[in-house]
């Protein structure tokens, strides 16, 4: 029983625990290939990260200190809320700092730092199936995947080309892993594609396509590209505005109804790290001038 | 039923099966690692790891084979009392649990579907120890290579020669965990 007293460890029955487990067993022995499992109903609606919680739930222990970001931020609506449903439920510490973090909830970012061996990333993802968007029946998707039939996917990128002269997909950007399944990175930045060959184990949770897959460490993740038109992981042109990082993902922020603009980290782990080491970008303060 | 089947269980079975999970986790998705998993207490000859594995993974959804060398009544018991999992024939069994021996011919159990590869067994095997030495593993799960003592080289070979199918192994000894996915290729003995 947790501080509360009124839920289950970690909010789920245990049968639904066992039923999510098995899951993610099989998602890891088989890297990319989508395991179908019977999703529950979240007190969160669709969208808001039920698959990821689910998962979350099923791997969490006591032990853990959970980070929880949304699009690379720590405090935003999402992932506040998320992280409060696990201290709540799970009686879990939590922490903003990714090297600290064991189990990282995501939606839709990478964090900046390299992750570790014995870290565990879980992504929020909403539709989980590469090829829906090119293919709407899932009897036929599923069996493009088992008779490794991507030409489809190919001929996607190859307009794309012929249409904007390069690849445009610029998140969501398909992969192939360990040389045979296709998968959807959910949708990250395709900035961060390059980063899932990464020594922690990554876990991906759809709970309203019910869907679990996984990536073991050190996988092979390779994004679809043409050898004239090789992968380029892409960012915006310019620097952290507060901390003068030239090698995060940014996000761009309007400060005012004249179409002025900033760049920042949209790591905000990674951006207060860097600006309590005294890195200050264009537009930034000094850490202790700014607090005061 | 021997009073030997209501004991041995979790004690608190919502954090021991978090524990035990994560164990479970981290050696399916780091072939050849070996790590401690404890909780269960089942009958003999079943060990500790392997006790604990099935009070974390299996219930009344999914069919147990218990190879001859485990095939006794107190076990049958326990596995019932504590999962409600039902015991049945290879060919339709999710886990299975027992020597390697014992457990043979592996291609009786299900090796999934080219649509489903996940309805596919789970084979827990029996060791009478663990070791990081022997053959040589690749693949997923590892950075370069790792060592590790299998009963069978050829064996887990065709195994992962029919990837995306195949059977997904664990290997227990006392309160010793280590896995082995059909992603892995093995070499050597």
């Known amino acids: 029983m947790t501080q509360s007293g009124q839920y289950n460890f970690a909010y789920l029955d245990e049968q639904t625990k066992r039923m999510i487990r098995r899951a993610l067993l099989k998602g890891l022995a088989i890297p990319g290939y989508q395991v179908p499992f019977a999703s529950r109903e979240m007190p969160m609606p669709y969208g808001w990260g039920t698959g990821g919680v ?8 006591p032990d853990d200190r959970l980070k929880v970001i949304d699009q690379g931020a720590d405090d935003t609506t999402n992932a506040v809320s998320i992280r ?14 990714t090297t600290d973090a064991t189990l990282i909830q995501t939606r839709h970012r990478i964090p900046e730092t390299e992750l570790a061996e014995g870290q565990i990333l879980v992504y929020q993802v909403p539709i989980p199936e590469p090829l829906r968007f090119l293919e709407p029946r899932e009897t036929e998707t599923r069996k493009m995947h088992s008779l490794e039939e991507y030409g489809l996917m190919h001929v996607k990128l190859y307009e794309d080309i012929a249409r904007h002269g390069q690849i445009a997909t610029s998140y969501a950007y398909p992969v192939k892993v360990q040389g045979r399944y296709v998968m959807d990175p959910s949708p990250i930045p395709k900035f961060d594609n390059p980063k899932m060959e990464m020594a922690a184990i990554q876990l991906f949770g759809a709970g309203r396509e019910q869907r679990i897959y ?10 679809l590209d043409f050898e004239d038109h090789p992968f380029e992981a892409t960012k915006a042109n310019h620097s952290c505005a507060l901390c003068g990082a030239s090698d995060s993902y940014l996000d761009e922020v309007i400060t005012d109804d004249q179409g002025t603009r900033m760049y920042v980290c949209s790591d905000t782990d990674y ?6 080491q005294g890195h200050v970008g264009l537009q930034g303060v000094p850490l202790e001038d700014n607090a005061a | 039923m021997q009073e030997t089947s209501l004991t041995g269980g979790f004690t608190d079975a919502p954090i021991d099966a978090a524990h035990a999970f994560r164990a479970a986790l981290t050696v399916m998705a780091e072939p050849g690692k070996i790590a401690e998993l404890s909780g269960a ?14 009070l974390t993974l299996a219930d009344s959804e999914t069919p147990v084979f218990l190879a001859p060398t485990h095939d006794n009544q107190d076990i049958r018991d326990w596995i019932t009392f504590h999962t409600g999992a039902p015991i049945v024939s290879a060919e339709k069994a999710m886990f299975a649990i027992g020597g390697w021996s014992a457990l043979q011919p592996t291609v009786r159990f299900a090796i999934g579907e080219p649509e489903y590869p996940d309805r596919s067994a789970t084979l827990i095997i029996e060791m009478p120890e663990l070791s990081n030495s022997g053959a040589t593993l690749r693949g997923p799960g590892i950075k370069d290579t790792r060592q590790f003592q299998l009963p069978d080289t050829a064996a887990f070979q065709a195994n992962q ?4 199918l195949g059977l997904d192994f664990f290997f227990c000894a006392g309160s010793q965990v280590a896995a082995l996915p059909r992603t892995t290729l093995v070499e050597g003995a």
């Not at chain 1, 689910?54 to 222990?61: D, G, M, Y």
Request: proline share 11%; with cysteine; charged share 15%.
């Open chain 1, 54 to 61: 689910q998962v979350s739930a099923a791997c969490l222990t």
């Open chain 1, 84 to 97: 409060k449903f696990f201290q709540r439920t799970a009686d879990v510490a939590v922490t903003e700092d």
């Open chain 1, 214 to 223: 996984a990536l073991p460490p050190y996988t092979d993740v390779v994004s």
């Open chain 1, 271 to 276: 951006c207060a790290t860097r600006r309590a």
């Open chain 2, 41 to 54: 207490e089942p009958p003999a000859p079943m060990s500790v790891a392997a006790g604990t594995l099935l």
């Open chain 2, 161 to 164: 020669s029919m990837f995306p």
